[in-house]
């Protein structure tokens, strides 16, 4: 069965969960390690919570990404709304800062867990966040 | 689904399940605190042992509950937490340094007796 | 022509074909020629390699062999024009030479030496004719660098094989949990820890808390050389991780020099368990766990 890319709208916590668990799915069929497939997870569940607090809804887009090998070796996550935006990207991304109701780890552990994290925002537009993990060798 | 809570003597033990959502971790918050009083419970144990993702706001919720029991004048103890989602919760930054931890149920028990002088 | 510099010869590459600007009916002829002279161009290779100082780690009679075998495989791959034999030639000879400490460079050397050999053989033979010798030499090149291409990729593939296996079989040696008691484990770190190391060390250890339900870590450091500031965070992360599963941990053998470093780059050690030697680490955790060390009395005593 070809892996395929899997689209899950956020609007409720319940949404979290499923996203969090088809990350995992996608992480495993790959051959990320336990671990690995764990931090995905944990990664997809900080972004989409940070969809349902501050922009009410929105959608994740977990995709399997081939980088030149031929196969299948990262994970892919992109995380959209078109909520109010965050006014300082900069200082979103910094430890301890929260208007929602987390730790104020979210973004900035959502940035630990995985291999690259980029995130674009514009007031009024919306927030967009692509993150990938490389199954380790 | 709300979770289960079970009464043993002097403890509270409530187990996880692996798809916890925010609002059953409230519920959770809520239903402790409501037993607690009623059963005048001297502690808690929550069993993580099917949790299989830990992120900033089940976190805060089982550090909430542990802070709140402690105020309510008993203690809580977090069981089980599997070793993938210890590493990726050190990963995120999250360190629980004011929860008490132990191995499995067995030794949640023994710490709790331990506590309350048993 | 300009063939030659492709990449590497693949499986199944046509020989044959990278000579389509030359006279096809010479290959032939050229083949039958080093055939006829094998005793004596085997024997001038031999020693070109002898004297080249290539291949020291074997004895004369070892290179001999190994030289009549690339002889004929070379020439079978310039006549079918395949060098499937000659890459599996290639890859059984790595496999046997690369344990003797055969390099990359002495590969190389001696399959250039065997072009230069037969290289000189055919001016030779056609020195008479230079317009034919032109010829020869465009159809003998491209399959002779070819050639030379595919028995050095192999060997470069199979050493980097050889030590990507080692590299496994290193890193599962050096990280040993080991229990010594019910419910204690220990962690002795031998080397240098890198991310990577260090990474692959505490998901271990966090296992075998589960595996082993230890209660308490010793993560002994004694053979640990330096720390960077990388490196020391992710101790502290494993002693953290350790902590959420319920494992209390205590590190020993951390020397002066670590514990300056340690202090000057700031890691937060307060929550960190030092004793000085491992054997007081093991004090410490038994204590911990509530055993009673008593030393029986020698039996002159009793």
Redesign the interface.
């Known amino acids: 069965m070809p892996l395929g890319r899997i689209r899950i709208v956020i609007s409720t ?2 949404d ?2 499923v996203a ?2 088809s990350g ?1 799915e996608l992480a495993d069929q790959i051959g990320c390690s ?2 690995d ?3 995905v ?2 990664a997809i ?2 972004v989409a ?1 940070n969809i349902v607090t501050h922009a009410g809804r929105g959608e994740i887009i977990i995709s399997p990404v081939d980088e030149g090998t031929g196969e299948h070796t990262a994970v892919e996550v992109v995380a959209r709304d078109e909520g109010p935006g965050i006014p300082d990207v900069e200082r979103a991304m910094e ?1 301890g800062y929260s208007t929602g ?6 973004l ?3 940035r ?2 995985m291999d690259t994290f980029e995130i674009t925002s514009e007031v009024g537009v919306g927030t967009t966040v692509v993150m990938r993990k490389r199954r380790s060798t | 689904m709300a979770v289960p809570i079970l009464k043993q003597g002097d403890y509270l033990i409530a187990t996880i399940q692996s ?5 059953e971790a409230e519920q959770l918050r809520d239903d402790l605190m409501e037993r607690i009083g009623r059963y005048r419970s001297r502690g808690i144990i929550v069993d993580i042992t099917a949790l ?6 089940a ?2 919720s089982l550090r909430n509950i542990a802070h709140m029991t402690l105020l309510r004048g008993a203690d809580t103890v977090v ?1 089980g ?17 004011d929860v008490h ?4 149920l067995e ?1 949640g028990l023994a710490f709790l007796d331990a506590r309350t002088g048993r | 022509m300009g063939t030659s510099s492709e990449p590497a010869a693949r499986a199944g590459a046509d020989v044959a074909s990278t000579t389509s600007g030359g006279d096809s009916t010479l290959l032939p002829e050229l083949v039958a020629h080093l055939r006829e002279r094998r005793t004596q161009l085997r024997e001038e290779w031999a020693r070109r390699i002898t004297e080249a100082g290539l291949l020291t780690a074997m004895t004369s009679d070892e290179v001999f062999n190994e030289a009549t075998s690339v002889y004929d495989n070379y020439v079978e791959a310039l006549e079918t024009g395949s060098v499937e034999a000659l890459e599996e030639y290639a890859r059984s000879l790595s496999e046997r030479i690369i344990p003797r400490g055969v390099e990359t460079y002495e590969v190389l050397g001696i399959v250039l030496l065997l072009r230069d050999v037969l290289a000189r053989s055919l001016f030779e033979k056609y020195q008479h004719d230079f317009e034919l010798l032109l010829r020869v030499l465009d159809a003998y090149e491209p399959a002779a660098n070819r050639i030379a291409l595919t028995v050095a990729v192999g060997f470069v593939e199979e050493r980097e094989r050889v030590i990507r296996q080692q590299q496994e079989a290193i890193r599962d040696l050096s990280t040993p949990v080991l229990q010594v008691r019910e419910r204690l484990v220990i962690l002795p770190i031998i080397g240098a820890l890198d991310s990577q190391r260090a990474r692959q060390l ?2 271990q250890l ?2 075998s ?2 595996t082993n ?3 308490v870590v010793v993560i002994d450091i004694t053979g640990v050389p330096e720390i960077d500031s990388t490196v020391a965070n992710h101790l502290v ?1 494993t002693v ?8 209390n941990v205590i590190i020993t053998g951390l020397s002066a020099e670590i514990a300056l470093t340690l202090v000057t780059l700031g890691v937060d050690l307060s ?1 960190v368990n030092a004793v000085g030697d491992l054997q007081g680490g093991i004090e410490e955790a038994e204590r911990l766990l509530g055993y009673e060390v008593i030393r029986s009395q020698p039996a002159d005593q009793r």
């Open positions: 916590d319940a979290i969960v969090r668990r995992r336990h671990t497939a764990t931090l997870a944990t569940s900080e919570r430890d109701r987390g730790l104020g780890l979210g900035p552990g959502a630990r867990l | 798809a916890m959502t925010d609002s299989d993702v830990m992120d900033s706001f976190a805060r069981v937490m599997q070793p993938e989602v210890a590493f990726a919760m050190v990963q995120l930054g999250l360190t629980f340094e931890t132990a191995l499995d030794e | 505490t998901e966090l296992r808390i589960r339900r230890a209660k992360q953290d991780a350790s902590r959420l599963m319920g494992a929550k």
